[in-house]
């Protein structure tokens, strides 16, 4: 059974300062991983999907590493900004279903 | 292109009642897929459903729940005599058809129900 672990479980950070936001998951045997974002109340916004052939993507001030051998990959945002306070969630893909981390919320104090 | 559609956002139940849940997947996708999150924990998965059959539904609670995607329409989770364990939020996800890569491709998901069993 596949388990995703995020650390830290939250973080705040001042304006202007890199995030760096950690999943771990169980079994290296997936297709895929997902960043989301979730808003208090809303739902879940797609960031970056990285295929396991894949070692990172980017996306503006975000990218994304996955290293599959050791079951980790590393979100990262440059220069935060508040608007980038959300909860942060990391899910892996074994054939149809996401598994997902309980997520890293996030707070960009201004 | 319009997302994921879901309705009702809020849904407000007495124990006992019946809850339906509606979701309009994007245009061109033909993979519907159910999470429920409880507070304070993760999006669990729940059923995976294809027009017209049920591709995967071991995490459905065996009593009580069921879903459909029928050839016409939106798919319904149909979840009969609430109880307050039941309150949740409900998010539907859809994904364009397998892509060749093996699994499913980028999922998209709704805004989700949020259901509370009073």
């Known amino acids: 059974k596949q388990e995703v672990t995020q650390i830290p479980a939250a973080l705040s950070v001042p304006e202007g300062e890199n995030l760096v936001l950690n999943c771990s998951f169980t079994?290296?045997?997936?297709?895929?991983l997902q960043w989301f974002r979730q808003d208090p109340g809303k739902g879940l916004t797609s960031l970056l999907l990285i295929q396991s052939s894949q070692r990172e993507q980017t996306s503006g001030r975000l990218n994304a590493s996955l290293d599959k051998s050791s079951g980790r990959s590393t979100l990262y945002i440059a220069a935060s900004q508040p608007g980038d306070s959300a909860t942060y969630l990391c899910?892996?893909?074994?054939?149809?279903?996401?598994?997902f981390g309980a997520g890293t919320t996030v707070t960009v104090r201004a | 292109n319009a997302g994921v559609m879901q309705n009702p956002r809020h849904l407000v139940r007495r124990r006992g009642q019946e809850a339906r849940l509606r979701c309009s997947p994007m245009k061109g996708h033909s993979h519907v897929y159910w999470y429920r999150q409880l507070p304070e924990e993760g999006l669990k998965f729940m059923v995976y459903l294809q027009k017209e059959n049920i591709i995967d539904e071991s995490g459905m609670p065996k009593e009580r729940f069921s879903a459909e995607f029928p050839k016409e329409g939106p798919s319904i989770l149909r979840i009969q005599q609430v109880v307050r364990g039941d309150s949740a939020a409900y998010f539907c996800?859809?994904?364009?058809?397998?892509?060749?890569?093996?699994?499913?491709?980028?999922?998209?998901f709704g805004e989700g129900s949020r259901l509370t069993v009073l």
């Open positions: 996800a859809s994904s364009p058809p397998d892509a060749g890569t093996g699994g499913l491709g980028e999922l998209f």
């Open positions: 079994d290296s045997a997936i297709y895929n």
């Open positions: 899910a892996v893909t074994g054939g149809y279903k996401l598994s």
